[in-house]
C-alpha cells in the first residue's frame, strides 16, 4: 500500500511490480485509463527512481488497487510496455537518485491480443468468435446471444483484437476488456446489465454545499450538437448487393436511440453503401451506424469515485436543463496523487430529460473471476463464459 494521507477522500491506493526490486516510496501518482474499445492503461510516476533497476521494469506484470472506502474497487491487471526516465543533472539527487522522475506507461493484459495473424472464420456467430479468441488466452467473456451468422470473416495479418472489435462494432456492440475479461454490450441497453451507477452532483444539487463528497462535479466541458468528435450525427439510408448480385437496403430512423429519454432529433439522413451478403447483415449494419455518434457528449471532471465503468450509466442532475438525465460512460480515468484524488468521465447521450427511459430485457451482469499470474502472464482463475440475453 503506497497512498493513505490525512485528506478525507483518500483512497488506499496498492501497486505491485512483480519480481523486480522498487522503492515504493518513489511513487508519487497513478492513473487509471479505461474505455470502450480500447485497451486499459496507466501509468505510475516514480521521483527518484532507483537507476539500476529502470530497465528490469519492461515488461513485468502489474497489479493496481484503488480502494475508496467501501464502494467499488478500481483494479488493473497489466505489463509495463515501456518507462520514460528524466534525468536532469543541474537539479541534484532526488531521494538518492540521479533518475529525478520517471513515468511508467502500462498496457492491461487484453495487449497480450494485439500480435497479428492470418485466420479465416467460415459461418461463425459473434458468440463463437468470443469464446474461441477468450479460451485462446485464458480469458473469461460476456457476450450477446446474437444469432447473426458472417458467412467469412477474413483476419489477414490483423491481431485477434482487431477482427473481435471489428466485427463488435459492425453489429453495433462495444467492448471493454478489464483485467482478463472480455465485456461485450449494446450501448442501447447497457442501464439493464445493472453495472455501477451512480448520479454526479451539482453544487446546486449539494445545495451549495461546496466540501467534500465523491462525484461532486468540479468540471463539466460539453459539446453539443450534430457534429461532434465521433463525426456527424446523422440516419442512414444503406444500400448494397448481396451474394447473389440483388440489390437491398436498409434505413435507420428516430426510432433507433437509447431511449434514456426524449430523443435530440437527428435531422438530416445521409446516402451510405456497405459490402454485404444478405438483407439481414445490411439490417444489421445500419442498426449500428448510430451507436457511435452521439449529439450530446461531455468531459466531467469529478471529485474521486470509484464506480463508473465504460458501459455503464450515471445521471447527471440539478442543472436545471435538458441535458439533465441519462449518459452512458464511454471513458473512465483515474488520477491519483499523494494529496489528491480525481475522475475524469467521457460520457454521451442522445436524449434529453422530455420523457422517462424505456425498459428492455437484458440480463445483469455478472461478476467475472478474479486474474491469477501464471508464468508471468494474467489469466482468468476459473473458466467463466456469459452469453446472455
Not at 501509468?43 to 497489479?63: E, H, Q, R
Not at 537539479?91 to 500480435?115: E, F, I, R, W
Not at 447473426?148 to 453489429?171: P, T
Not at 453495433?172 to 483485467?179: D, E, N, Q
Request: glycine share 8%.
Amino acid at each position: 500500500m503506497i497512498f493513505k494521507s490525512t485528506h478525507p477522500g483518500s483512497p488506499d491506493v496498492s501497486v505491485v511490480l512483480s519480481g523486480v526490486s522498487v522503492d515504493y516510496t518513489t511513487i508519487q501518482s497513478v492513473t487509471v485509463d479505461m474505455h470502450e474499445n480500447m485497451h486499459d492503461m496507466a501509468t505510475i510516476t516514480f521521483s527518484g527512481l532507483i537507476p539500476v533497476g529502470i530497465t528490469d521494469y519492461i515488461g513485468v506484470p502489474v497489479y493496481i488497487s484503488i480502494a475508496a472506502g467501501v464502494r467499488q474497487n478500481v483494479e488493473f491487471f497489466g505489463y509495463v510496455s515501456f518507462i520514460e526516465p528524466l534525468m536532469e543533472t543541474r537539479k541534484g539527487l532526488v531521494n538518492n537518485s540521479p533518475v529525478q522522475s520517471a513515468v511508467a506507461t502500462c498496457m492491461g493484459a487484453s495487449y497480450d491480443m494485439t500480435l497479428p495473424k492470418y485466420r479465416t472464420w467460415e459461418k461463425t456467430t459473434l458468440p463463437q468468435l468470443v469464446e474461441k479468441i477468450a479460451t485462446s488466452y485464458g480469458y473469461s467473456y460476456a457476450v450477446p446471444n446474437d444469432s447473426f451468422v458472417w458467412q467469412r470473416l477474413l483476419q489477414n495479418g490483423i491481431s485477434d483484437w482487431d477482427i473481435l472489435l471489428k466485427a463488435c462494432q459492425a453489429v453495433g456492440y462495444s467492448l471493454t476488456t478489464s483485467a482478463t475479461h472480455i465485456h461485450i454490450y449494446d450501448p442501447y441497453k447497457t442501464i439493464f446489465r445493472q453495472l455501477p451507477y451512480v448520479e454526479l452532483v451539482t453544487v446546486k444539487g449539494a445545495y451549495g454545499d461546496i466540501q467534500y463528497a465523491p462525484g461532486r462535479i468540479m468540471e463539466f466541458k460539453g459539446l453539443f450538437g450534430n457534429t461532434t468528435l465521433d463525426g456527424i450525427v446523422y440516419n442512414y439510408d444503406f444500400v448494397g448487393l448481396d451474394s447473389t448480385g440483388s440489390v437491398v437496403k436498409a434505413s435507420t430512423n428516430n426510432e433507433s436511440y437509447s431511449k434514456y429519454g426524449e430523443l435530440v432529433e437527428r435531422v438530416n439522413t445521409a446516402e451510405a453503401t456497405a459490402n454485404v451478403t444478405s438483407q439481414e447483415m445490411l439490417n444489421k449494419f445500419a442498426g449500428a451506424s448510430t451507436k457511435t455518434n452521439y449529439p450530446y457528449n461531455a468531459t466531467v471532471v469529478t471529485t474521486g469515485i470509484p464506480d463508473p465503468v465504460p458501459g455503464s450509466v450515471v445521471k447527471i442532475d440539478k442543472y436545471a436543463s435538458n441535458f439533465d438525465g441519462f449518459w452512458l460512460v464511454r471513458g473512465v480515468k483515474h488520477i491519483i496523487s499523494r494529496s489528491n484524488y480525481v475522475t475524469e468521465l467521457t460520457i454521451s447521450t442522445d436524449s434529453t430529460t422530455g420523457k422517462e427511459y424505456e425498459t428492455v430485457t437484458v440480463s445483469a451482469f455478472k461478476t467475472p473471476p478474479v486474474p491469477q499470474l501464471s508464468n508471468n502472464q494474467w489469466e482468468a482463475s476459473v473458466d467463466f463464459g456469459d452469453v446472455y440475453v
